[in-house]
Every structure is written in structure tokens, then in C-alpha cells.
């Protein structure tokens, strides 16, 4: 219901650091239900999340806020599915390089704003802005794919931080940034297939996050969307007995507990049956049956759309999970543009502590 | 943790609502809400005198906002005067004691919690207060990315990380999977080097609940960290030690993954007489993970040494798991099965020369 955007009761006051995820979770949602998104909303998208770019680069969870890596991820694939010339404007490219140095570690690692706590969950958001709007230079991820590396854990998938549990979230986000920077290839891709596999619900058929725990629709995306991306990886590798027409979990067996399981009577989808529905699961659900429903890319496509055929959804990119025209477009879009010289100054070397103005987001108290 | 770390909040705040309107006189109309502050107690920022220097700064949505959310009356207040005290970078106390409000409104605004930072170092704040303060606020909350952030921030300023285990225990008690709480667990325990008693803890949590994957990966994240797994002693000790669980379990999946987990860089079927133990547990103690761990088995003796049985056994137990033991993994299960047969099967030694140069007998190798 594209009333939401404008104001909906389930928007409560935790998600106001969040406001730039509502907008992509919606926006997502309504691309992949190809329910088209007027001039005028499309417009006051721009203008909003023109409101929460920080002067210092990044975009913010709200007007006045500092910049956070997850909010500066959630604006800029908003934009891009918003895909005008006014939404690629928004972005303040030189000023987003600038912000990324200043959230860059010594280890590779990001943290996910100044002053922040690090997790793969910033290298992600970092690599997959930086590529989409053309800012992206070797020495901006350098060493961030072997400090990716150490997130693989003995259960093949992939912790937030290395010596942690493998998890759907940061296994995807680990893997996605590892595939936009070219080297997902240094991954142990068997122990990760064997592991995402495994988080496939016998019963239930949706996925759980960690091994041992409960199923939810979310991880629909986060972990069914990792087949995809380690089929393409496999394919890279030279690995001849890929499947031609399914990935490697049970299609079929996903949408059923997405449709049958995940929806809300009144509108929107939900973790479990009980739950209660919100905008973050709509998006996740449903992107989990785009994935679930097509098979393989632009030139080898094999669709399985379980029940009727209005249930077919549009197709998703499963790196960047917005719709494929639309990263491409971006893409054609920023690559026709130089990337910005970096102002380095980055990193825990300038004012510090009761000196710095708080106000700003220069201040770098955490310790790399 | 989810990827914006919200998925739960979003679907607890619903339930949680305590802050509603307070009472409100405006113009003689009078809004009631006796439930959250029967005698008025709470007075507005904007009605306090010791304020009313301080000239509120409203949110900037703009002018056609969007995913605007609902705020409390008491909310806007609150965020109006925090907003005011930034643009000032006002350091004071009255702005500390505010952080404290805007907090309880909010604890995912990280921009809040950077400025409680600045100001907790700025006006020279008391820090064991502040653990205090932190530990009942991570309590109520213990599923939000800042609260951990910001405690580990005070641990570090203290340098005493003596409160730590036994506080995040505490945590683990009312949710014994909380993935926040085993990161700041691991981080103190590495960065304090408190490994000692580590192991015994995680002893103690598998015998409340042996199917706490977190739990499993404590283990490995303990003995890697301190003896290692490359002496006999201990690598005998460790699987001895799956081998029971699993046989009081036997469909604990974590215990098969930390025993593979545990032996895939050295071997699977290096270790004597694993292989046997396993083949008599498939009588008694049957599913799906062990066939899986026989498969690795398989495939691990084959790449040391390539027989003709080996490889069919590998391929049948593929097929057994593909068509009736594990059916939701049928599609990996076929792909591991061709990938075998590809590596290792007859077409793969016929016409293709060996490393050395020579052809490869015509066929392969009996079992002796």
C-alpha cells in the first residue's frame, strides 16, 4: 500500500534512525510487486533523503543526524530504484568518498559510523555505495577482503566479527561485499555452500539464521539469496555440474512458507505466523520469492512460480537487491562520471574527545 | 542481530508502548492519559524554566515529508531540545541528563549516544555510575547494537573488564543465544585475556541446552584462542567429546558440524577409527548430519586416495540423502553427487594425463 509512505501507524518512534531504510524497504517492495511509484512520491523520496545526506558526506538516519553506513546503504538503493536524474543527483559523491575514509580501519574493517562498532555488515554497505555511484578505488578496500576472510568461521558460513557464530546476515553481507570487490573466489566456497544449504527448514521450508534456531521469512533473502551469488561464483570457478535451471536449495519449499506462512490477511509479510508484519520483513519476504521464483540472469532465465501467475514478482539483483535494470542503469549512469580524488584525512588521527564538537561527525573517538 | 539490527525491535516496540500523550492543556481542552502519568508529573522541556534560554529546533523534514513517523507529543519535545543542544554543541549537564531521555525514546539514535560519549568525557563524568547506568539500560534492552557499543566503550575508558563475565552471563541467562552478548563476551575475553575459565563456562551451557550453537561456537572460539586443536591429545578429547553428545543426541546438528568443524583442515579420515565409530552409530544413532559427515568422510579418503568402492559409496549415500534422508537439500545433494563423479569418477581418469605426465591406467584401482 504506497500510503505507507506518506504516514502509517506502524512507524513507530524506534525506527526514527532508521528513516532511509523505510524508504528502501518500501520502495523495494513495490518495485518487486511492480506497482508503479508516481512522479510526485518519487520526487519527495529525493527531497527527503536529500535531508538526511550529512554535510560531511553519507546519509544519516534522519534529518540532523550523524551518517551511518546502514542508513547510507539504505538511501542510495532507494535513489537507485527511484532511478532519475533528481535522485542520482542527491548523492554527493565526493563528500560520500570523504565519509567512507573517515569510517575506513587500519584492519580493513569499517566501522559503521564515527565513533561507531565495527561488523561485515559495514564492509557491505561501504563496497556496495562505492560501486554502484563509481567512487570505488583499491586503496579504499584495502585489506577489507582478508579481514572479510576472517569471519569464516568452522561452521563455513560467516560471524559479524571473526571467532563469531555463522549467521544469514553478515554470511550474506560478508559474501556480497567479497563478490563486488572480485574476490569471493578466497572464500571456502564448499564449507559456505554446505552451510547456507543446511539453514533450509526440513519442515517449515523457509530458512533460519543460525544453525539450531527458529525460522524466520527474512532470512529468506539473507541466506537463500547467498545461492545465487555462490552459483555465479562456482560458475567463475570453472565448476561444470551447475545446475542449468535451479539453484541449489528448494525452491518450491520457500515459497510455500513465504505465501502460505509469512503474509499478513490485511497486507504485508511477516517472520512467522503470530508475528506481527512491518516493512523490514515485506521487503525481505518478498525478496526471498523473487529469488525463489527466478533462476539464473539476464541471457539464461528459468522462472518456478508456485500458485498463480500474479504471484510472480520481479526479478532481483542478489548482490545488491534492488531490481537488475535498475543497477544497471546506475551503474551506466555514475560510470560515465570521474571518481573523486579522496581527501584523505581519515582515521582516529584528528580531534578526539571533549575538544571535538560533537555536532560534527569528525570526531573519532573509536580506537581502530 | 539482523542487518539493521531493528527486525526485533520493530515487532516488540508494538507491545512495549509506554510513552503515550500526556496530559495536555491546550485552550481548555484537556488530553488524559492518567495510565502513564496520573499526577502530572512530567513537564514538558518546552514548560521548564530552566530551559527557556534554549530556543527548541524543530525536526527539518521538509516540506513534503516522508515515512513520517508518529511521534508522541513527548517524543518531538525531548528531540526538539536535543536538537537545540547540538547545534550548540552545548557541554552541560542538563544536555547529559537529556541524553538520558532521548535514550529511553529511542536507544538505536546512535547520534544521541555519540554525544552522551562526548559529554560523559567533556564534564569529566563518573564511569562506575555510567556501567550502571549502561547495565540496566542493555537489561531492558539487551537486543540493540548501541547500548553493547556504548558499554564496551566505558569497559575500555575503566580498563576493567572485572564486571564483564559475570554481567553477560546474566544476559545469556534470559536469552542464551543473544548474539550482541557473545560478541562483547568474545571481545572482552580476548582483549582482557580471560580465557581461563571459559571453557568450564561453556561446559556448564551445553549441558543446560547441548543444542546452543552459540554455545558450540564458544567452544571452538576458546580452544582455538588457548591449546589449539593440533594436539592428539586434545583433538581426541574434542571428538570423544562429540561422539557422547551425539549419542544422547543424535539429531544435534551443532555437535555433527563442530566434529566436521573440527577435523575438515586435518582430514576427516585421518583421525584412526572415526570412520568405524561412525559406520556403527548409522546403525542406532541414524540422520541425515551423520550420512552428510560420512559423505565428507568419503570424499576426503578419495582426494588421498582415489578407489572405485570409496567413490560409490559416496555416491550412494548422495543419492540416499538426495531422494529420501534429506530431500529439502535434493539439489546440492545431486550437485555434490555429479561434482564426485566428476572429480573422481572413471571419465575423470580416462584421457587426461596425471600431474606426472603418464595416462592413468584403463581403470582404477581395487580395494586390496
Same mark, same amino acid.
Given at each position: ?5 506518506v504516514?502509517? &501507524?506502524?512507524m ?13 524497504w ?7 510487486l ?28 534522519g ?15 532507494? %535513489? ?28 580493513g574493517?569499517?566501522v559503521m559510523?564515527?565513533?561507531g ?16 555511484t ?11 577482503p582478508? *579481514? ?5 568461521? =568452522? ?8 571467532? /563469531? ?6 554470511t550474506?553481507c ?18 559456505? /555452500?554446505r552451510?547456507?544449504?543446511s ?22 533473502? *539473507? ?23 535451479? =539453484?541449489m ?12 506462512c509469512?503474509?499478513? &490477511?490485511?497486507?504485508g509479510?511477516l ?8 516493512f ?5 519476504? %518478498? ?15 528459468h ?34 562520471? &570521474?571518481?573523486?580524488e ?27 | 542481530?539482523?542487518?539493521?539490527? /531493528? ?5 516488540e ?6 510513552d503515550?500523550?500526556?496530559?495536555v ?15 502530572? !508529573? ?8 530552566? =530551559? ?73 563524568k ?7 547506568y ?13 547500548? =553493547? ?22 544476559? !545469556?541467562?534470559q ?32 549441558e ?21 586443536y ?8 574434542e571428538?570423544?567429546?562429540?561422539l ?6 543424535p539429531?544435534?546438528?551443532?555437535? *555433527?558440524?563442530?566434529l ?8 576427516m ?13 548409522k ?6 548430519? /551423520?550420512?552428510?559427515f560420512?559423505?565428507?568422510?568419503y570424499?576426503?579418503a578419495?582426494e ?7 567413490l ?16 529439502i537439500?535434493?539439489?546440492? *545433494? ?11 569418477g ?7 594425463p !596425471? ?9 582404477q584401482?581395487?580395494l586390496?
Amino acid at each position: 500500500d504506497r500510503k505507507a509512505f506518506v504516514v502509517y &501507524p506502524q512507524m513507530c518512534d524506534c525506527l526514527d534512525a532508521s528513516r532511509p531504510w523505510l524508504c528502501y524497504w518500501i520502495l523495494h517492495s513495490l518495485e518487486l510487486l511492480e506497482e508503479p511509484i508516481p512522479a510526485a512520491v518519487a520526487s519527495d523520496v529525493c527531497q527527503f533523503l536529500a535531508r538526511c545526506q550529512s554535510p560531511t558526506g553519507g546519509f544519516a538516519g534522519g534529518p540532523g543526524q550523524h551518517a551511518h553506513l546502514a542508513p547510507t546503504y539504505a538511501a542510495v538503493n532507494a %535513489l537507485c530504484i527511484i532511478g532519475t536524474e533528481e535522485a542520482y543527483n542527491v548523492i554527493d559523491r565526493e563528500k560520500l568518498l570523504d565519509f567512507l575514509w573517515s569510517v575506513k580501519q587500519p584492519d580493513g574493517s569499517f566501522v559503521m559510523h564515527v565513533g561507531g562498532e565495527v561488523d561485515v555488515r559495514s564492509a557491505y554497505c561501504a563496497a556496495s555505495v562505492a560501486s554502484l555511484t563509481n567512487i570505488l578505488t583499491p586503496k579504499l578496500f584495502e585489506d577489507t577482503p582478508s *579481514w572479510i576472510l576472517r569471519c569464516q568461521n =568452522w561452521e563455513g558460513g560467516l560471524g559479524g566479527v571473526p571467532g /563469531l557464530e555463522a549467521h544469514g546476515g553478515y554470511t550474506f553481507c560478508g559474501t556480497a561485499a567479497l563478490v563486488i570487490l572480485g574476490k569471493e573466489h578466497m572464500l571456502d566456497l564448499k564449507a559456505l /555452500l554446505r552451510w547456507v544449504v543446511s539453514r533450509q527448514m526440513r519442515f517449515e521450508g523457509g530458512f533460519q539464521g543460525r544453525c539450531n534456531k527458529l525460522v524466520d521469512g527474512c532470512y529468506s533473502f *539473507w541466506q537463500a539469496g547467498l545461492l545465487p551469488l555462490l552459483h555465479r561464483a562456482f560458475f567463475k570457478e570453472g565448476e561444470s555440474q551447475l545446475s542449468r535451471q535451479r =539453484w541449489m536449495f528448494e525452491q518450491q519449499a520457500l515459497q510455500e512458507y513465504i505465501l502460505l506462512c509469512c503474509q499478513n &490477511p490485511a497486507g504485508g509479510l511477516l517472520d512467522k505466523p503470530g508475528k506481527s508484519r512491518d516493512f523490514y520483513h515485506t521487503c525481505y519476504c %518478498l525478496s526471498g520469492l523473487s529469488i525463489a521464483q527466478h533462476f539464473g540472469n539476464v541471457d539464461l532465465h528459468h522462472e518456478l512460480i508456485l500458485g498463480k501467475e500474479e504471484n510472480r514478482l520481479a526479478p532481483t539483483h542478489p548482490v545488491y537487491n534492488i531490481c537488475p535494470e535498475k543497477v544497471a542503469q546506475a551503474l551506466q549512469h555514475f560510470h560515465q562520471l &570521474p571518481v573523486p580524488e579522496a581527501d584523505q584525512r581519515h582515521g582516529a588521527s584528528s580531534a578526539d574527545g571533549p575538544s571535538a564538537p560533537a555536532a560534527s561527525s569528525g570526531s573519532a573517538e573509536h580506537q581502530s | 542481530a539482523t542487518m539493521s539490527g /531493528l527486525e526485533e525491535t520493530s515487532n516488540e516496540s508494538s507491545e512495549l508502548k509506554e510513552d503515550n500523550d500526556f496530559d495536555v492543556e491546550v485552550e481548555g481542552h484537556v488530553e488524559v492519559d492518567y495510565a502513564s502519568d496520573p499526577f502530572r !508529573l512530567y513537564m514538558f522541556y518546552r514548560d521548564r524554566k530552566e =530551559w527557556a534560554d534554549l530556543e527548541p529546533v524543530p525536526q527539518d523534514d521538509g516540506p513534503n515529508p516522508v515515512v513520517k513517523i508518529a511521534y508522541s507529543e513527548k517524543f518531538s519535545d525531548v528531540y526538539d531540545y536535543f536538537r537545540a543542544l547540538l547545534k550548540k554543541d552545548e557541554r552541560s549537564d542538563r544536555a547529559f541528563a537529556l541524553t538520558a531521555e532521548a535514550i529511553e525514546l529511542n536507544a538505536a539514535n546512535y547520534t544521541v549516544w555519540h554525544y552522551r560519549r562526548v559529554l560523559l568525557q567533556a564534564l569529566q563524568k563518573d564511569l562506575r555510575e555510567e556501567m550502571r547506568y549502561i547495565t540496566d539500560i542493555i537489561e531492558e534492552q539487551p537486543k540493540n547494537y548501541q547500548v =553493547w557499543h556504548h558499554r564496551r566503550m566505558v569497559v575500555e575508558w575503566l580498563n576493567d573488564p572485572s564486571e564483564e563475565l559475570e554481567f553477560i552471563a546474566d544476559i !545469556l541467562s534470559q536469552d542464551a543465544k543473544n548474539y550482541h552478548a557473545w560478541q562483547h563476551r568474545q571481545w572482552v575475553i580476548q582483549e582482557y585475556k580471560l580465557w581461563d575459565n571459559e571453557l568450564e563456562f561453556v561446559e556448564k551451557l551445553l549441558e543446560e541446552d547441548v543444542r546452543n550453537n552459540s554455545v558450540w561456537n564458544q567452544r571452538h572460539f576458546v580452544i582455538s584462542h588457548t591449546t589449539g586443536y593440533s594436539s592428539p591429545a586434545i583433538l581426541d578429547r574434542e571428538v570423544q567429546y562429540c561422539l557422547n553428545q551425539i549419542r544422547k543426541a543424535p539429531h544435534n546438528e551443532s555437535a *555433527w558440524n563442530y566434529l566436521k568443524g573440527i577435523l575438515q583442515d586435518r582430514g576427516m579420515s585421518s583421525h584412526p577409527g572415526l570412520l568405524e565409530q561412525v559406520l556403527e552409530l548409522k546403525e542406532t544413532h541414524c540422520s541425515p548430519y /551423520l550420512l552428510a559427515f560420512l559423505v565428507d568422510c568419503y570424499e576426503d579418503a578419495l582426494e588421498n586416495n582415489n578407489q572405485k568402492e570409496t567413490l560409490n559409496r559416496a555416491l550412494e549415500v548422495c543419492e540416499y540423502l538426495a531422494q529420501e534422508k534429506d530431500t529439502i537439500r535434493k539439489e546440492y *545433494w545431486l550437485f555434490l553427487q555429479r561434482s564426485l563423479e566428476s572429480r573422481f569418477g572413471p571419465s575423470a581418469a580416462s584421457g587426461e594425463p !596425471l600431474a606426472d605426465g603418464t595416462e592413468p591406467p584403463a581403470g582404477q584401482q581395487e580395494l586390496s
